[in-house]
């Protein structure tokens, strides 16, 4: 199984300020036809996960643009421009590549 | 309003049945793989199973495999898990979520998830 390791566990940031997480897979996940299959979920308090971003870098609809993915092979990244109060939860990578399909650990984001 | 509604979780004891369902409404569910996603405070979030749209290609994690059974019902836009022989790391929230554009983009949307707790 590909295993997905997120960084860090916890990041406090100041509204308004940036934030980067970063995910790291054990393998590639480029996939043979050429796309690579890492994608970030949002999830806040005592709410289901969201999609936010696919296939590292392309933005879901409705999200706003503060939020962009980036990365190659083992190594991506979601950064928050401008933090907003609404942006807390839990931001989760998640592996489309290989099955059995795999997510990162979590990292919490919240307000200092 | 593309949504999924999950019911059947419960309080069952080691060794105990449960079955899920999960109910889909705007969409055309018969067109799209169909997943149970599970979360835990400890282990996060772990993929347990997927049916294709017409239910003839199926997968499940080795942890549930043998054990929990994923199957749909198209004419009722529904998906459903039989869980046997259920362990107390069973225990999680199980949420119905729909294969994007192919499920290597992910699940979108998610329902809210139904509890299972497995415990004497």
């Known amino acids: 199984d590909i295993v997905m390791t997120q960084s860090p566990l916890s990041l406090p940031v100041t509204l308004g300020q940036p934030a980067s997480i970063s995910c790291r897979s054990s393998?590639?996940?480029?996939?043979?036809?050429?796309?690579?299959?890492l994608n970030w979920f949002h999830q806040r308090p005592g709410q289901s996960p969201r999609r936010l971003i696919y296939?590292?870098?392309n933005r879901d609809s409705g999200v706003p643009d503060r939020f962009s993915g980036s990365g190659s092979g083992t190594d991506f990244t979601l950064k928050i421009s401008r933090v907003e109060a609404e942006d807390v939860g839990v931001y989760y990578c998640?592996?489309?590549?290989?099955?059995?399909?795999?997510f990162g650990g979590g990292t919490k984001v919240e307000i200092k | 309003e593309v949504q999924l509604v999950e019911s059947g979780g419960g309080l069952v004891k080691p060794g105990g049945s449960l079955r899920l369902s999960c109910a889909a409404f705007?969409?055309?569910?018969?067109?799209?793989?169909m997943n149970w996603v599970r979360q835990t405070p400890g282990k996060g979030l772990e993929w347990v199973s997927s049916?294709?749209?017409?239910?003839?290609?199926?997968n499940y994690a080795d942890s549930v495999k043998g054990r929990f059974t994923i199957s749909r019902d198209n004419a009722k836009n529904s998906l459903y898990l039989q869980m046997n022989s259920l362990r107390v790391e069973d225990t999680a929230l199980y949420y119905c979520?729909?294969?994007?554009?192919?499920?290597?983009?992910?699940?979108?949307?998610w329902g809210q998830g139904t509890q299972v707790t497995v415990s004497s």
């Open positions: 979520a729909r294969c994007v554009s192919g499920c290597g983009t992910g699940f979108d949307p």
């Open positions: 705007g969409f055309n569910f018969n067109a799209y793989t």
């Open positions: 049916a294709s749209s017409s239910g003839s290609q199926i």
């Open positions: 393998q590639s996940l480029v996939y043979s036809d050429g796309n690579t299959y």
């Open positions: 296939k590292v870098s």
């Open positions: 998640m592996q489309g590549t290989q099955w059995p399909l795999t």
